[in-house]
């Protein structure tokens, strides 16, 4: 019986250029978004009321995460951890990591950001699966005739009996999805805890350590900063793109 799923996408930190060591794509997939959306919303709606300036536009995100607004990015793990249909990946690239060279495999950053969002969604589709993806606005830059939409929605899962496929796809602003910031929050915390293992010297947010650790501890893992999978109480894994 074919499964229908949404799954939704969003990158943290900057592909090209040398400034910021890790890139990272998040995918979050479930069959049903009710109960997450709903318990996001009353977090929402609380934090609109109790962050200073939250009434004119409060978003989770994690690099703007304040000692104000951090316990009710908490809630918004832990809501997202007592869901046990909700799966989630995280793929990351340490660019000076020896042998990673993606200049050396592409013509521009949107072709090499094209080619690791459809990497990360072909990995993640199940047989038999048929998935929307919903991701987070990027900009296409004027001259490339590649749309993201028509890109992914491409895609079909790894080859074998009764492959999966996507069906559609499309980009939003992440002020319009929860289930985008979500990812956000998750993805952001996975990549701090790599520049944590591997950039102890470097001055980190407080309140952006607190995330990670909060996400460790409900993955019940030593460390985020390494390839992992728990497929139980439900599937979490971290991919580091490996040459």
Not at 61 to 82: C, Q, R, Y
Not at 135 to 155: I, N, Q, T
Request: aromatic share 10%; glycine share 6%; with cysteine.
């Amino acid at each position: 019986m074919t499964t229908r799923s949404l799954a939704f996408m969003d990158e943290s930190g900057v592909l090209g250029g040398a400034a910021q060591r890790f890139f990272a794509l998040g995918l979050m997939k479930t069959t049903h978004t009710g109960p997450l959306s709903d318990a996001a919303h009353r977090i929402l709606d609380r934090a609109i009321s109790s962050v200073p300036g939250g009434a004119q536009g409060f978003e989770f995100k994690f690099n703007s995460v304040t000692t104000n607004s951090l316990p009710f990015h908490l809630e918004l793990i832990d809501a997202f951890f007592s869901q046990p249909d909700h799966y989630f990946c995280a793929f990351v690239l340490d660019k000076q990591r020896p042998g990673v060279n993606w200049q050396g495999y592409f013509e521009s950053v949107w072709d090499a950001y094209l080619s690791y969002a459809k990497l990360v969604v072909r990995q993640n589709i199940d047989p038999d699966e048929e998935v929307c993806v919903i991701a987070d606005y990027l900009g296409k830059p004027k001259k490339s005739p590649r749309y993201f939409e028509s890109e992914v929605a491409a895609c079909t899962g790894r080859k074998g009996p009764n492959q999966g496929r996507v069906f559609n796809a499309c980009m939003l602003d992440s002020c319009s999805s929860l289930p985008i910031q979500v990812v956000d929050v998750i993805l952001g915390g996975v990549r701090h805890a790599f520049l944590a293992d591997r950039e102890p010297q470097v001055t980190r947010d407080v309140n952006k350590d607190v995330i990670s650790r909060r996400i460790r501890e409900r993955v019940a893992v030593p460390t985020l900063a390494r390839n992992l999978t728990k497929a139980a109480p439900r599937y979490f894994s971290v991919w580091e793109l490996a040459p």
